[in-house]
């Protein structure tokens, strides 16, 4: 869900692809360790390459409202690595430059 890439138009529309990617953004969300003081629903956007085997490559920051609060979000992208390898239908993702944009968790009190 809201997974962008020019590059990649018509990988992304299959639905193999998109299910793919909503287990990567579930996976980093339970990863994901909130620094103090952080309000939720702050959007953070990360661009980040996944290979077939499912290891993440080239992970970084593109947007973030707070520097703390994007650093975190790598943090978890990277501690979720190495995600579920790509199915068949999924591998026209592989090693291609995914942008995408996470909703930080509620923060913990």
Known sequence: ???????????????AVQHYLDKVQVRTLDRWILPPGIDAGQNVTLRFQLDVAGSAMSVSLVKATDNALGA??????????????????????????????????????
Do not use: H, W, Y
């Open 1 to 15: 869900s809201g997974m962008m890439s020019q590059s990649a138009g018509q990988c992304l529309g299959k639905p």
């Open 72 to 109: 975190s979000a790598v943090d978890a992208l990277r501690s979720a690595a190495p995600f579920p390898p790509m199915p068949d239908e999924a591998r026209c993702l592989a090693r291609v430059p995914i942008t995408a944009t996470f909703s930080n968790p509620v923060a913990s009190s």
